[in-house]
């Protein structure tokens, strides 16, 4: 089956419709879609109004996303350089003591 392309716009009147009308399952049987679609349209509208929908299928990151990933990429490569260096001490503490 091949999958259909539904505008930017068609979403956001499903949407409405569902919230005006309150009967998400009826409305989707008019409209030739499963509920679970307008369901999941209704939950991105609620999350990212204006990523909301994007053209390539893929959600844009806003600023403040793009930067708390690198983050705790950053966080994540420190604490293992930080425990590199805990085993390294922890080594060169008990061949001294040998001495």
Do not use: C
Not at 9 to 22: H, R, T
Not at 35 to 51: A, F, G, K, Q, V
Not at 65 to 79: I, P, S
């Amino acid at each position: 089956m091949k999958r259909r392309k539904l505008s930017k716009e068609f979403k956001i009147k499903a949407v409405e419709l569902s919230n005006v009308q309150g009967n998400t399952k009826e409305i989707a049987m008019e409209l030739s879609i499963s509920s679970d679609l307008i369901y999941r349209w209704r939950r991105e509208l609620e999350l990212h109004p204006d990523l909301a929908f994007s053209d390539n299928g893929v959600k844009q990151l806003t600023e403040d996303q793009k930067e708390l990933e690198q983050l705790r990429k950053q966080l994540k490569d420190v604490t293992m350089e930080r425990d590199i260096l805990k085993k390294a001490v922890s080594i060169f503490s008990k061949s001294d003591r040998k001495y």
